[in-house]
């Protein structure tokens, strides 16, 4: 049987601020310029969530949209939705805070509470202009 992919897509806010701690503060804005910003900013992100796999041949679905919609609600956007990705999570407390990292981090979230036979890629969008893609 073909696989086939389906995408959910999800929103959340949050803010955050990209900074190395190692660097100094000269380097740190040099590197990261306005996102180096000391007291934060925010982006609307927008997630797509594709799930990829074989449909089961007795319902039709890759995964129910539902049960995905369910899962990125418990495992991402409570968690990430309107916080300081800086300040308020324990994924980015020594963690830079950039798309990819955000992605990777997304991935990681969600691929347990996925039927393992499935495939699973995030795309993140942090403005309409700029998405990153996690697995490449
Ligand atoms: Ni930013």
């Given at each position: 049987m073909d696989k086939t992919a389906i995408v959910r897509c999800e929103h959340f806010n949050a803010a955050h601020r990209l900074h190395?701690?190692?660097?100094?503060d000269e380097k740190n804005k040099e590197i990261?310029?306005?996102?180096?910003?000391?007291n934060y900013h925010g982006h609307n992100y927008e997630l797509e969530v594709k799930v990829i796999g074989v449909c089961?041949?007795?319902?039709?679905?890759?995964?129910?949209t539902k049960i995905l919609s369910h899962i990125i609600k418990e495992k991402i956007l409570n968690r990430f939705d309107h916080k300081n990705l800086n300040l308020d999570t324990e994924e980015f407390t020594d963690l830079n805070p950039t798309a990819e990292n955000i992605a990777i981090v997304i991935y990681n979230l969600l691929k347990p509470e996925i039927d393992p036979t499935l495939d699973l890629k995030i795309k993140l969008y942090e403005t309409p202009r700029n998405y990153v893609e996690y697995p490449y």
């Open positions: 190395n701690k190692n660097w100094s990261f310029g306005k996102c180096n910003n000391p089961n041949a007795e319902i039709g679905y890759v995964i129910d």
